[in-house]
């Protein structure tokens, strides 16, 4: 039996070529710190807005002041 350097031992078994990170969004994690009472604002305001609280303060930091 010849040994695949593909997943599995069926004959195609695996995740099919082109189908990880191409074209995808690559997100970053970082960490925000605040006090019990400005999180429950946060998450208040992002909830009023439909969005999570990550979308919430990104769109707020990036918003134009002009």
């Known amino acids: 039996m010849e040994i695949s350097k593909h997943g599995g031992k069926r004959e195609g078994a695996g995740r099919p070529k082109g189908t990880t990170k191409e074209n995808k969004k690559v997100y970053k994690t970082f960490s925000v710190s605040c006090l019990e009472h400005e999180l429950t604002l946060i998450k208040s305001n ?3 807005q439909g969005k999570t609280p ?5 769109d707020l930091a990036l918003q134009d002041k002009n």
């Open 46 to 48: 992002a909830e009023k």
């Open 54 to 58: 990550s979308r919430y303060l990104v």
